[in-house]
DNA sequence: ACCTGAACACCGTTCAAGT
DNA sequence: ACCTGAACACCGTTCAAGT
């Protein structure tokens, strides 16, 4: 299942080594708040190795001890960021298993929504040093375990059938992360974020409904 | 109108000086085109402006005559493309004016896309820099101006009305924009570009149908 | 095992000198 | 007006020396 996702970019971008003592791994522990702090207080164009080092309270040597390169830092920081959002759609989905339509695509939309702006200072700073690194395959990766679980869980619902539920699935989550994504993108107006919430739900429903008309129709012809 | 979206950030980032020359303006063109193409060929990391000089036949120096910084060009090679997809929609926009609703949604989505796919090396090249500037004001910028366009055409449909017609165009904007962005950062499949192309135009119709619905029960229940 | 920090290569940016 | 390219400051990365 994750064979072609392990490929030479992640594999290049992996940190140097796994501390084994507890004084390392506080040091690990240091390293990644003081990338956040240092994003979030100096932006993405201050952010240097150096800077993160002095922050973290040890030398630049010590960061290249465990990281090879600033991108393998930034990955890092990066995947623990999506694997929390991947971690809340995967809870979301499990708790909705089984149930109606509506109850699913309201509760995956919320969940998505309620993990991205937890963290909102962080996902935007994210955002904004994402495509300094090749993240390509750590996107396709969490991609794929939210397209899963969606799939998974839309074909679990009890008053509906999709033709093409890989299509609906890959729809909706491409619609998830997507929209939200363009939204926190810009400044964060509190009106905006307030449009957000009440009207991703009512696309995400309106689009699972439609599909599933499509179905209907679909069956009733054959 | 575009008062505020002059911010300081903006002036900042705008070109130096405006060739007054035919030597300058053939100048900046061969810089523009260089910059895509060490883009497309040596990736976002090696994208310097050294290389681009080299490439374009001039000299840093030059370079630096025409862009304070390597920000400011950068900026401008994605301000060119993304004032090309606004001009795209505003386009599909005038055309679909006063038509029905469904008419109006698959002419807008179609542009969208087709305008993005047009040029789609450049398109995810841009993507990959799109954070090594400051570019939430030219984001802004555009995204009010798409977001304008689409509201007043959706607002001329013949067969609709809507109750808050600017969550709805604002809804449907960030679709267009956040959907394809996400699929496109994507390895381009063939498969997903086609699954996209289907999709994206029903989710579209179905928000739209059944903002709609709301529109109409509110009104029959006052 | 883990940490330090001076040293090196490279990149963004400038500016005195040229046409 | 426009162009050149050596020079400078700064950043990513390394490695010999320390605990």
């Known amino acids: ?29 240091a390293i990644f708040d003081a990338t ?28 290249y001890q465990y990281f090879p ?18 971690q809340a759609v995967d809870s979301a989905c499990q708790q909705h298993v089984g149930q109606s339509i509506d109850t699913i695509s309201d509760g995956l939309a919320g969940a998505f929504l309620d993990a991205k ?23 396709d990766e969490i991609s794929l375990r939210v397209y899963a679980a969606v799939a998974m869980t839309l074909a679990s619902a ?12 890959f729809m909706f989550s491409a619609a998830l992360s997507g929209i939200v994504r363009v939204v926190l993108d810009r ?17 995400c429903r309106a689009y699972l409904a439609t599909a599933m008309r499509r179905a209907h129709s679909e069956s009733s012809s054959k």
Chains 1, 2 share one sequence.
């Open 36 to 63: 956040i702090q240092v994003l979030l207080a100096d932006g993405a164009t201050r952010l240097t190795t150096t800077r993160v080092a002095e922050r973290a309270g040890v030398s630049v040597g010590t960061l």
């Open 187 to 203: 400044e964060v107006d509190p009106a905006m974020l307030q449009t957000l919430r009440a009207e991703l739900p009512v696309m």
């Open 117 to 139: 702006t937890a963290h909102l200072d962080a996902s935007r700073a994210l955002y904004l040093v994402s495509s300094e690194m090749d993240t390509a395959d750590l996107i």
């Open 158 to 169: 009890t008053d509906a059938r999709f033709v093409d539920i890989s299509a609906v699935a």
């Open 1 to 29: 299942m994750n064979s072609h996702t392990q490929s030479a970019a992640s594999a290049f971008l992996k940190p140097r080594k796994t501390p084994r003592q507890a004084r390392s791994a506080t040091t690990v522990e």
């Open 69 to 86: 390169h600033k991108q393998s830092l930034l990955f890092a920081v990066l995947k623990r960021h999506l694997e929390a959002v991947a």
